[in-house]
């Protein structure tokens, strides 16, 4: 509820425009980019609960801060500070289910977590605009906070994953050390990391410039929106089939599946400029989407040692807001010098020679061998 349309309304009601408006809208972005290792490391030594409770926290009072903003920089020191909320949560959710689903359906367990929180992007924006009609957003914002602290009633109920340990922590830089070391070391951290940023670069390319290129070849705009409705509806709706289809047939081979099937999807955008088939890449890449986050986590959950999962869930998270903010800019770029069309094509391109370097370079390595057998 508190993303869009409500920031950037509240932002342009306190003066901001321009560049700066969107500085505010993408900062806590930006939050989550830096500090989620740190907090999926700090999770692995005092416990995921703790944390959840934190960013819980974060999640439920910030909001009632929003009554004092006055200034557009106001308003971006509360968002950045407010964006510690995901930079906690995104992480210590993840590393917390897949420490419950060790040894079972972790991708499943993952794709029913994912599908929930999805869930919450379509209904709170609607939510939030509906609101906006009778009240105005600092109102709104106060209403967030007050539905937010509903969380706290499962948030405390919630068990920690693994049994209090009688042992001597280490040094907290001797454990930031260790952590680095494993996830550095940790083939699948870089497998995943570096395939979900690719991803996010050409999803959010997608996400800045399709809706202007596709009304100027006459597409309606209804079926713009409707393009990116189906996209999520399809990503949402499939995650924990694919999810199980990834436990089942091994996570590399589903997230490859997902791979490919996006890369197929990029062209057709160009091809189907008009009718319904324009809806097909659309309905491809929500599909593909579904393929690769799920199983993408559960790799990573069971290829890290136990000890540092919360870092790997954390750098994972950081790989993933890196193709979220590059994305649009590196597309950006790409579209000012080559042109649209030629930008997709080169993004296609980009991830199948990704796919074909990955498995050239890390499949047959003894050390990644596990990682074909999942």
Not at 110 to 116: D, R, S, T, V, Y
Not at 192 to 201: Q, R, S, W
Not at 220 to 229: A, C, E, I, M
Not at 261 to 273: D, K, Y
Request: hydrophobic share 50%.
């Amino acid at each position: 509820m508190g993303k869009t349309p409500l920031l950037p309304i509240f932002a342009a009601t306190l003066g901001a425009t321009g560049a700066f408006l969107g500085f505010i809208v993408s900062v806590s972005t930006m939050t989550g980019l830096f500090l989620k290792p740190l907090f999926g490391l700090l999770s692995d030594r005092w416990g995921r609960r703790i944390w959840l409770i934190a960013g819980t926290c974060f999640f439920a009072f910030m909001p009632f801060l929003y009554n004092f903003i006055e200034t557009p920089e106001h308003l971006l020191v509360i968002r950045l500070v407010h964006g510690l909320a995901t930079a906690i949560y995104g992480p210590v959710t993840l590393a917390y289910i897949a420490e419950l689903s060790k040894g079972r359906q972790v991708a499943e367990d993952i794709g029913w977590f994912e599908m929930a929180r999805s869930g919450g992007y379509i209904v709170g924006p609607a939510l939030a605009g509906w609101l906006l009609l009778s009240l105005d957003p600092v109102t709104v914002f106060t209403i967030i906070g007050l539905i937010s602290c509903i969380v706290f009633i499962p948030v405390l109920q919630l068990p920690e994953t693994r049994a209090k340990e009688q042992r001597k922590l280490k040094p907290i830089f001797q454990h930031i050390k260790n952590a680095i070391r494993d996830g550095s070391q940790t083939p699948a951290i870089w497998l995943t990391g570096g395939l979900e940023a690719i991803t996010f670069i050409a999803l959010y390319t997608l996400k800045a410039f399709l809706p202007i290129y596709a009304l100027d070849a006459g597409v309606s705009v209804v079926v713009v929106g409707l393009y990116f409705s189906l996209q999520e509806a399809v990503h949402i709706i499939a995650k924990p089939f694919c999810g199980r289809l990834g436990d089942k047939w091994g996570h590399l081979r589903t997230i490859t599946l997902g791979m490919l099937i996006l890369s197929a999807g990029l062209p057709l955008v160009t091809i189907f400029e008009n009718g319904i088939l324009f809806l097909l890449p659309g309905m491809m890449m929500g599909f593909a989407q579904a393929l690769i986050f799920p199983s993408a986590i559960a790799l990573v959950s069971n290829h890290i040692d136990e000890d540092h999962l919360g870092t790997g869930m954390g750098l994972i998270g950081m790989m993933q807001n890196f193709g979220k903010v590059a994305g649009p800019v590196m597309g950006g770029l790409a579209i000012q010098t080559v042109g649209y069309e030629s930008t997709l094509y080169l993004l296609t391109i980009m991830l199948i020679v990704g796919i074909f370097v990955i498995w050239q370079l890390f499949a047959p390595s003894p050390s990644l061998k596990l990682l074909t057998e999942d």
